[in-house]
Each structure stands twice: as C-alpha cells, then as structure tokens.
C-alpha cells in the first residue's frame, strides 16, 4: 500500500498502488540501483555466507547446518537425475539448475519478511510525492526474469555445443547440413530437407519464446501476489492476510520448481543428437512437468 501526498492538501486517502517497474533508490555513478536489486543483492549475501559455511566443514561426517545441505544437494540431485536418467549429466546440470531453483525461491519469499513494500523512503514519482519502498521482491521485477530466462535458454545452448558440437547444435536451427545431403537422394529429400530448414528457422523463434515464457510467467505470479497481499494488508493488517501468506510461500515453491526443472528440459533436449531429438523432447517434457 502506498500513501500519496498532495502538495497543498497534505497527505490523501491511502490507496493500493504497485508499479510495474521497480523503482530506483540510489545512483552509483551512472549506475541506477532499484530496490528490486537490493533484494536481489541481499540473496545473493545469503548464498554467499551459506557457501562460506559449507566450506568450512573440517569432518568426513556432516554435522548440523552441513548435514542440512548435503541433504539438500543429494535430494536436488536425485531429483534432477529423474529427469536426465543420466546420472553424469545429472551432476553436470545440478550447479546452474540448483543456483537458479535457490535464487528464484528465496527471491520469491524474500517478498514475505515483514518490511519488504512498507518501508522506504518518501520522494517524487510520477509527479506525486510517494513512499518509494526501499525493499521489493527481485522476482516481481520484469528486468530481473528476464535476466534469469536470459541465462538460462543461454545455458541450453552452451550445454548443447559442448555436448554435440557446435555445427551439430546450430544445425538444429539452420539445417544446411541436410540439404546438402539431400541433393544425392532426389528431389523427394530435397522437399523434406527444406522443410525441416524452415522449421528450423521457426525453432529459432522458439528460443525467444521460451525466454519471454519463463520470465513472464514468473514475474507474472509473483506480482500478482505482491498485489494480493497489498489488498489483503490494506483491507486488515491482522488474521484475513495470514492465509494469503502461506499461500505466496506455496506460491513461491511452485514457481521455483517449475522455471528450474523447464530450465532442466530444455538442457536435456540441447544436448540430445540430432538424430533423437523429436522423438525424446515431448517425452523430456513430460518428465519435467510431472516433477514441476
């Protein structure tokens, strides 16, 4: 909730009001700070210490917060091996599928701790003077997810050219390779080989369409919620808003589940061959979304 002051009548009826856009609290130099990368600087100071802590460890045996993330790991690792039924391929995906699962899920609860979209400072935005929170959930920052989508369809495709090479990846897109081969075959593999090149170019646009998919989608839930509990706060501070806040928590579990294990697809079907590929993707898919 954002109370808005008037210059001549003081301060107006308090009112719901979330902006899209994060808003900016500091400048470095030329450098605009926004409150949704505080958020996002405080996890990753979290992360930072957890692995600070998890480095630490002097014995063979876990004991206390060691044993809590070795569990962890081990069930994200079985998890992903679900998946990959690979189980090499498994501890190869498990860094960048893990960082994202983690971020994505404290970055969503971070919106929770008390504090987070009321307390801020007072300054003009769009002509009106207004309490800008200095704390917003990085999650519910468009710049933010699509950063996060940007890097992981990135790191599909980097997994794929380490995995099939890089001309057997891109021929996936561009199928000049096929044509090719298809000019000792006949007219008949010609018509196909040229098909399957224009299909190629519309997989391309695929590729934008999943980094726009997975960053809308989550941007989209967790803001919807930052103005569920804004409505919910605005209407009473006590017993109405606790429901809505265990279901943000569930919220936020979802979304992390889902953009991780997608991300976890998508890296399993880059480094399938060429060859394969159609025949396994639905199959990957469904594999993903039943862990989702």
Known sequence: MRNFMNKDRGIKTAFVSIPLAAEPIFE???FTVTNSMLNAYIAVGFFILVAIIASRRKSLVPKGIHNIIETVIEFALLEIEKVTQDKKNARK?????ATIFFFVLVSNWMGQIPGTGSIGIWGYMHEELELIPLLRPATADLNMTL???FVAILSTHLAGMKSQGIF??????FNLKGI???????PMAIIVAVVEFFIGLIEIIGEFAKTLSLSLRLFGNIFAGEVLMTVMLSLMSYIIPIPFIFLELLVGIIQATVFAMLTLAFMVVATMSHGNHEEEHSETHKQAEAHA
């Open 28 to 30: 470095i130099g030329h």
């Open 93 to 97: 995906f498990l860094p960048l599928i």
């Open 147 to 149: 950063a996060i989508a």
């Open 168 to 173: 057997n990846h891109f021929s996936k897109f």
């Open 180 to 186: 090719w081969l298809s000019l000792k075959k006949g």
